[in-house]
């Protein structure tokens, strides 16, 4: 019979080098891939399946509190259902005993949990499978399942010398001890039961609008590629967000009257800009859009209408005043930053080609990333633009009206290549690039988004006309999101299924961010940064481009794409790498101290920059770090200097903020700059390079020497 007999059936000689599980633990170690998991018997229950012909009152001959049928886990190789019966713990055995001989049932099994995780229910099955050496003949395979009181079922496509075996009732002993007897065999290279564990069904939000929502999660169907979306399911069975961790959203207004921006400690520090109050509403009918990058962001989970990628974290409404200039930037960043706000979404950007940042903006900017949040900085997100243009690149402009653009153009968006900047390209549901979605080597990551013919994001304001048009069918979903109460706004209703463009990728991401933030909240601003890069998903486009035929949806050899940076942010896959980092500087054994003093000339405007490397010997791994340089330039402010690794990381050490300093003699250190704590606990063997970049013409310098201190 098939179950727990003591009663060994006649094995063939064991392989005295093979695996072997001590016969005290033959019937609770589970082989499964290689692994062997450990098994506690449930003391109250077990399992039966019953004979196809049998009469349902053969469960009167069992003794037993209760019995039911396990609700979609058939019997794979037998017309009955498996069967769960509930008993008194110290009736199990005699329980099991009646049903192992009653002539209704085929097939008798405890129930197992794995251990330390009793909620993780293991119920056994009639089959095995079977993988034998290449060796093995056939014959030999079927005799040794025959001594065991197995039958063959079936080969397993695409597993050679595997099959899957049923337990028949000349077995004496159940698939686990079947199983682990076999594996001490020379013959056979796998044995493993086939197990039935529930599935985990990863959190479902109660709102309505929920499935309609593809971006978060979906599981295909019409216009949906497979993994389009972020994965946030698994992401928040790990958290849903967490009210300390407030997102600012900065728009040209937000409709705080919306219920899903609403909740007990939703709103944090809200402010308006435009008209100098503390109430950043809508009060035109253009002003539409904060309301739906709200809501993709952090709407609330109440019952009710959609729900945002973080929807416990709280929400820091900002109305900007519509214009870019210094003052207005520094308002919004110090208020922000000052304020608590953890993440900073911007879904704008200038009306104009080319625009680099001003000294102030920049700075603004770099003290939010850097100082804010008590030092561990704000994780600013910023859309990337929709001309389908580069972010920082030359376009020879052709067939534009009135030749508004041609030849040689320069594009520039200041605020999305700012290396604190996390800049989000667009994504559709097909998982191919939004034709409107700005890129090159400013983009961090992309997310899901709509599809749409290029177009300039202020083209309604008349400043700039549309780009040259896009023909043909541009297939991709929209994106349902929180829409102004009532009447006003993008639909009729209070949620609009035609948001999109780069803006609604960008919240995607600041909400990602705030999920990471809710895990750990001692990341700095550029370990968020790093994660979300380290962790995306490396979608691939190798379609042409509608406007110009390149393509450049592929990944290079450092994994980067000018389409999609580092690719599509994965909401799990950065949450479980939040969760795993690890804050604490390791204690240093040794320190290295290694220098070069070669003088080094910068180019003058130049992206490309310079470099000087000094070379690592040692095979120890990182616990500590510092970087002294000497530089002179008759204008630091044309600077920025990065520290490259040898295993291909890229931590910025200076930001633009030097102004006219024409000498810069400093160390940078872990408390200095945060970023280096990415750089922890990898090897220090390879070249380590100091990158220097000029990007402004008119002022020259020079690299006078540079030194690494390492701990191992």
Known sequence: MNGDSANSPEYP???????????????LVLQRGGDELILEKVRDRFTVVPQPNAAPSWTSQIPAIRHQNLPHIPSATRAGTLQEFIVQPEQLEDSMQAARQADAVAFASHVYHLQDDPGALVYLTDQLTLQFAPDVEPAVGTELANAAGLQLVKPIEGLPNAFVFQVTRAATENPVKIANRLMSLPQVLAAEPNIIIAIQSFYRPRDPLYPQQWYLQHAGGSQLALNSHIDVERAWDI?????????????????????????IGKIVAPRDFKDQDFLPLPTSPEENHGTACAGLCVAEENGQ????????????????????????????????????????????????????????????????????????????????????????????????????????????????????????????????????????????????SNN????????????????????????????????????AGYSSG??????????????????????????NPDLTAAQVKQILQQTADK?????????????????NEAGYSEWFGYGKVNAFRAVSAARQMFMGTPSVGRRLTLQNNSRINLVDNNPQGVTSAIAVSDTGQLRDLQVAVDVEHSFLGDLEIYLLSPTNRRILLQSRTLGRNTRLETTYSLQTVPALRQLLNLPVRGNWQLLLIDFAAGDTGSLRGWQLTIGV
């Open 305 to 448: 209408g959609m729900v945002g990628v973080a929807p416990g974290c709280a929400l820091m409404p900002i109305r900007t005043t519509g214009f870019l200039d210094d003052e207005s930037i520094e308002q919004i960043f110090n208020w922000a930053s000052s304020r608590g706000a953890a993440v900073i979404s911007c879904s704008w950007g200038p009306a104009a080609v080319n625009f680099p940042l001003s000294l102030r903006q920049s700075a603004a900017l770099n003290r939010a990333a850097t100082q804010g949040r008590q030092g561990k900085g704000c994780v600013i997100v910023f859309a990337a633009g929709n001309a389908n243009r580069p972010v920082n690149g030359t376009i020879d402009e052709q067939g534009w009206p009135n030749n508004v653009l041609r030849g040689p153009t320069r594009w520039l968006v200041g605020f999305a290549v700012h290396p604190d900047v996390i800049a989000v390209s667009a994504s559709t549901s097909l998982g191919q690039k939004a034709a409107y979605s700005n890129w090159g080597n400013g983009i961090s990551v992309c997310a899901p």
């Open 539 to 555: 979608i691939v486009d190798t379609s042409a481009d509608p406007q110009f035929g390149f393509r450049k949806g592929t990944y």
């Open 494 to 519: 209070d949620y609009t299924s035609e948001f999109g463009g780069t803006s609604s990728a960008c919240p995607i991401v600041a909400g990602v961010a705030a999920l990471v933030l809710s895990a």
């Open 239 to 263: 958290t849903r967000g967490v009210r300390s961790v407030v997102v600012a959203v900065t728009d040209d207004a937000i409709d705080l009257n919306h219920p899903d921006l609403q909740g």
């Open 452 to 487: 749409a013919p290029p177009g300039m994001w202020l083209q309604q304001t008349g400043y700039i006309p549309t780009p040259p048009a896009v023909t043909g069918a541009l297939p991709g979903l929209g994106m349902l999101t929180a829409d102004r109460v009532g009447a």
């Open 13 to 27: 000689t064991r392989n005295p080098e093979g695996a072997s599980v001590p016969e005290e633990n033959i019937g």
